[in-house]
């Protein structure tokens, strides 16, 4: 049996940086256009995950005051029913 779980990373390079997924603007913020709108799933799908899970804001990349009416908005579309609260099927 071969040791395989603990690989060493002696290959990876010497990147010091952490790697930070390039900084995404608030799309809100940057596109004055986009509106948050609890009747609009399509917009809101884009910040919940497969499972019906709001994406966390560093992630979605949004800014504070956006993330807060993003996730009003999906808690509202949910109670709608415009947007599931679980998946209904997780395959995995
Ligand atoms: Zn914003």
Redesign the pocket.
């Known amino acids: 049996m071969s040791d395989e779980r603990s690989a060493p990373r002696t290959s990876s390079g010497p990147r010091k940086k952490r790697t930070f997924q390039r900084r995404k603007v ?1 799309r ?2 940057a596109d004055k256009a986009v509106t948050i709108d609890y009747k609009d799933p399509r917009t809101l799908r884009y910040f919940v995950s497969e499972r019906g899970k709001i994406i966390p804001r560093r992630i979605s990349g ?2 504070s ?2 993330q807060r009416q993003i996730t009003e908005a999906i808690k509202r579309a949910r109670n709608l029913a415009l947007l599931p609260i679980a998946s209904p099927h997780v395959m995995s």
């Open positions: 608030c809100f913020c949004n800014c005051a956006h």
